[in-house]
């Protein structure tokens, strides 16, 4: 198996579907091309899919505030909680604004296809894994967000920065946990075995390699850069903070299903 | 002046100092370079020992962001 497809084709660049119709951007309300509408609702219910579902149900916060071995721990995670459910609700409204209305009958029922690490995010009650969880995926989101910080539909650029910083500080608490129970609760073994069940469904979640789809994102200005290119950004930047707490991060192609 | 050394495996003194010094900063806005910055610069505090990794400030973060 191999990885290509780190740059766009010849002619496209961010943003160059934009320039060829002399438009900046787009806002709430506006007319969009139906491509570019389809594209912006994409990426808007991909993060709705993930956290809107936690303004109508809750059973997920319960289960992760829970799962913290001690008081000060279900505190962090309450806090962590409270923009979790700010970022749902968030994209609520974004994708109110492009004309999607999610209700809770739509999580409890849409038979919409979903990525295999969403529905394993809903069964986490250990707390090393939890841990290992938040390092990884919350600060692949930090990268996801980032790039999507001068996105050309306005209202997702707005929120983009803010969701991104949070993001931050989500990763850095996973890490924190992670760090405490390898160090003061013995938990190594148990976290490498975590880490290989979630560090290739995180690098998934990225994205195919050679998708085309990428390309449309970042010609019509949405995503500044392709899936590998972000993946591969994201591992050089996780990996030595796995290896500073003694694990091993699996090879980049281990047990990987979105090459 | 009592001069405290930083003990990167024990961060809460060193939370409280930066807290104490820096009130209005985001540590979530800081990447690691600008973090070291503001820890190098805390009056009564030196480090000693191996130099921080980037799981030292990542941690460093989350409990500065997160609270005790």
Redesign the interface.
């Known amino acids: 198996m191999t990885v290509t497809g780190i740059a766009p084709p010849e002619g496209v660049w961010f943003g160059s579907e934009l320039e060829a119709l002399g438009v900046a951007g787009y806002d709430e309300g506006d007319d969009l091309p139906e491509e570019y509408r389809e594209l912006i609702t994409q990426v808007v219910m991909i993060q709705a899919d993930l956290e809107s579902e936690l303004v109508f149900d809750s059973s997920l916060l319960r289960t992760n505030i829970l799962a913290a071995p001690d008081p000060?721990g279900r505190?962090?995670m309450a806090?962590?909680f409270a923009e979790e459910v700010r970022h749902g609700y968030t994209f609520w409204r974004i994708a109110k604004g492009l004309g999607v209305e999610l209700t809770g009958r739509y999580f409890r029922e849409a038979k919409r296809k979903r990525q295999e690490a969403f529905d394993h995010l809903g069964a986490v009650s250990d707390w090393t894994e939890l841990a290992i969880v938040n390092t990884l995926t919350d600060r692949m989101g930090v990268f996801v967000f980032k790039d999507m910080s001068d996105c050309s539909y306005r209202p997702w650029a707005q929120v983009s920065l803010d969701v991104a910083?949070?993001e931050?500080?989500h990763?850095?608490?996973g890490?924190?946990n992670l760090?405490e129970a390898i160090?003061k609760r013995g938990e190594r073994e148990a976290a490498q075995r975590w880490l290989e069940k979630w560090y290739p469904m995180t690098l998934d979640m990225f994205g195919r390699s050679g998708s085309a789809r990428q390309w449309r994102y970042v010609a019509w200005g949405i995503k500044r850069s392709g899936n590998e290119e972000l993946r591969r950004r994201y591992v050089a930047?996780i990996n030595?903070?796995l290896t500073?707490?003694g694990l091993e991060p699996p090879d980049y192609l281990y047990n990987r299903h979105f090459l | 002046m009592t001069t405290t050394t930083i003990n990167w495996?024990d961060l809460e003194g060193l939370v409280d100092a930066l807290r104490a010094a820096h009130p209005r900063v985001?540590p979530?806005?800081l990447d690691d370079a600008e973090l070291g910055v503001l820890v190098e610069g805390l009056e009564g505090f030196s480090a000693s020992g191996p130099a921080a990794?980037?799981?030292?400030y990542?941690?460093l973060?989350?409990?500065w962001?997160?609270?005790?």
Request: no cysteine; net charge positive; aromatic share 8%.
């Open positions: 000060r505190m962090r806090k962590f910083r949070d931050v500080g990763t850095a608490l890490y924190a760090r160090e930047e030595p903070l500073q707490l | 495996g985001d979530r806005a990794g980037p799981g030292d990542e941690a973060r989350a409990m962001h997160w609270g005790a």
